[in-house]
T-cell receptor, first 116, second 112 residues
Framework: GENVEQHPSTLSVQEGDSAVIKCTYSDSASNYFPWYKQELGKRPQLIID?????GEKKDQRIAVTLNKTAKHFSLHITETQPEDSAVYFC???????????????FGKGTKLSVIP | KAGVTQTPRYLIKTRGQQVTLSCSPISGHRSVSWYQQTPGQGLQFLFE???????NKGNFPGRFSGRQFSNSRSEMNVSTLELGDSALYLCASRVGEDQPQHFGDGTRLSIL
């Protein structure tokens, strides 16, 4: 099955600096890569996603890049703010052969702390 | 539009008991997936239901089961509870194959 590795597990940055979280996946059939943000005690919220036919996607201060050849994708947050502090999860969606559906495999998460 | 609703929010059980958790997806969403979230293992996929049929299953023992009703609401059942089953159980729904999943707030299950 698919395996998603996420690094680092914790990340501290000064307010205003950039933060980068990296993920690798193992199954070349994976074709969709969402990122979720989970604040303490709250539900995971989708913040950005990218499909395998796109190399980069940006939404204001957040961007995601995908390298299909190397099987890795990254989340970039610029001009970080204290409210960006949360746990971030990457995921890879893999077709489930024969069942006409997909399975989402998550990385273990990165705890981002933005220091004011 | 209401989000994914999970009940109850908190549950305390003892070893050996069984428990049923409920998930109501966003209106119009026919796919419901369940995940177990623990500090050490992160988010682990349990199973997915679509139109009352289980389409995917993760690597969990048979004590974990689920079902989906005709209105797309889903239930998850865990029998013979063990201490290691203590976790946040999250439900997520999506409207179609190529659409993102939206999570509920989860049910926090504690086993004493």
């Amino acid at each position: 099955g698919e395996n998603v590795e996420q690094h680092p597990s914790t990340l501290s940055v000064q307010e205003g600096d950039s933060a980068v979280i990296k993920c690798t996946y193992s199954d070349s059939a994976s074709n969709y890569f969402p990122w979720y943000k989970q604040e303490l005690g709250k539900r995971p919220q989708l913040i950005i996603d990218i499909r395998s036919n796109v190399g980069e996607k940006k939404d204001q201060r957040i961007a995601v890049t995908l390298n299909k050849t190397a099987k890795h994708f990254s989340l970039h947050i610029t001009e970080t703010q204290p409210e960006d502090s949360a746990v971030y999860f990457c995921a890879a969606r893999t077709p489930n052969s024969g069942a006409g559906s997909y399975q989402l495999t998550f990385g273990k998460g990165t705890k981002l702390s933005v220091i004011p | 539009k209401a989000g994914v609703t999970q009940t109850p929010r908190y549950l305390i059980k003892t070893r050996g008991q069984q428990v049923t958790l409920s998930c109501s997806p966003i209106s119009g969403h026919r796919s419901v997936s369940w995940y177990q979230q623990t500090p050490g293992q992160g988010l682990q996929f349990l199973f997915e239901y679509f139109s009352e049929t289980q389409r995917n299953k993760g690597n969990f023992p048979g004590r974990f089961s689920g079902r989906q009703f005709s209105n797309s609401r889903s239930e998850m059942n865990v029998s013979t509870l063990e201490l290691g089953d203590s976790a946040l159980y999250l439900c997520a729904s999506r409207v179609g194959e190529d659409q993102p999943q939206h999570f509920g707030d989860g049910t926090r299950l504690s086993i004493l």
